[in-house]
């Protein structure tokens, strides 16, 4: 399920941010980038386009990904490790962010991403099943 939360929240640094508001933000900030690119070279701007994307998705990204470790109970500061030479902490962050967030509350925020999910899942499934047996 594709969460747009992110593009609302883009200067929020506080707060918890789940799985699919995460990866929704990444797809659409890859998608806008791999658009420039192919523009750049299209018209051979040389990487005007590119760089005004990258400068212009910069803190939103950087606010996702801290609220994506908050959900995880860990520092926004981790994020640094992005950082490290050659995409390894890159990588790590997002291997890192492939897993489901703290259940319950934690010291970022009380509210409980993951049973919410949860739960929308169980409604949206439930209601498909109902669909489903009228038929």
Not at 77 to 102: R, T
Request: proline content about 2%; hydrophobic content about 50%.
């Amino acid at each position: 399920m594709l969460k747009f939360d992110a593009i609302w929240r883009f200067g929020e640094f506080s707060g918890r941010s789940d799985r699919a508001e995460f990866w929704t933000f990444f797809l659409l900030c890859s998608s806008l980038a791999l658009s420039a690119e192919k523009l750049d070279l299209y018209f051979a701007t040389g990487d005007k386009l590119m760089i005004l994307v990258q400068i212009t998705i910069l803190v939103p990204y950087l606010a996702v990904s801290i609220r994506r470790l908050h959900d995880m109970n860990f520092r926004g500061w981790w994020c640094l490790l992005g950082l490290i030479p050659n995409s390894f902490g890159a990588i790590l962050l997002h291997i890192a962010f492939l897993f489901p967030g703290n259940k319950g509350d934690n010291k970022y925020n009380d509210a409980d991403l993951a049973d919410a999910d949860l739960a929308n899942a169980d409604k949206v499934s439930t209601a498909s099943i109902t669909a489903d047996a009228k038929d």
